[in-house]
């Protein structure tokens, strides 16, 4: 299966959005936390610019019993796993990153924008629908072989996960899945960005 962008290093640099190639399932149908879920996200048109659907989370989490449904679901798929990294993706996988690394006992990572972390990092650049932007890690915050997790709100591209992907395997981790809570029905629910699996609890509408 073709990938675009897959090992970072696009035209200038900078790696194109990848191409789903595989399968792995939503979470599933049956499970009715899904339903309140969906339903919680907040879709605001036009924002934050002409012709974007906007799928808001932050009227999830006005919902207690509904966000804690959220973090259940991905503690459950991942608890016995081995996972002792859960990397959050800036802004909104620091929202439900850290509940779900400390039900699983993991270090939770922040995968930053730009020039926020204090340390030394290393950095990814990707590809956005207009322009791109760049992820930065701590050196240090990953030790070679750890399993780690990747959390973030929603998957549109899938360019921001992969470059959060390429960040901790250039780390020497195993990245054993990327967890969206929000993914474009274009993803069908089911995908493989950069050869990981993502799992996605809820399509996106648009
Ligand atoms: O799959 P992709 O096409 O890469 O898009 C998904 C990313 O876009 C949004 O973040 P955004 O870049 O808007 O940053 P923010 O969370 O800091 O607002 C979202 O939270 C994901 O991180
Ligand atoms: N439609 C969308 N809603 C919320 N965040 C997004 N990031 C990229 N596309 C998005």
Known sequence: MVERGGGGGGENGVAAPPVAD???????????RLQG???????VPHFPKP????????????RPKVFKDTVDILVERYRGMGISIVAGIE????IFGPPVAL????????????????GQVISENYVLEYGTDCLEMH????????????IDDLVATGGTLCAAIRLLERAGA????CACIIGLPKFKGRCKLNGKPVY??????Q
């Open 51 to 62: 012709g974007i659907m906007f799928n808001d989370i932050t009227t999830l989490l006005l």
């Open 200 to 205: 996605i609890l809820v399509e996106c509408r």
């Open 22 to 32: 595989g399968a792995v399932p939503v979470a599933g149908v049956e499970d009715p």
């Open 37 to 43: 879920i969906s339903a919680a996200i907040r879709v």
């Open 174 to 177: 195993e990245v054993d899945e």
């Open 91 to 94: 802004a909104r996988g620091f």
């Open 139 to 150: 050196v240090g915050a990953v030790q070679p072989g750890e399993h780690a997790l990747i």
């Open 103 to 118: 039900a699983l006992g993991a270090k939770f990572v922040p995968l930053r924008k730009p020039k926020k972390l204090p």
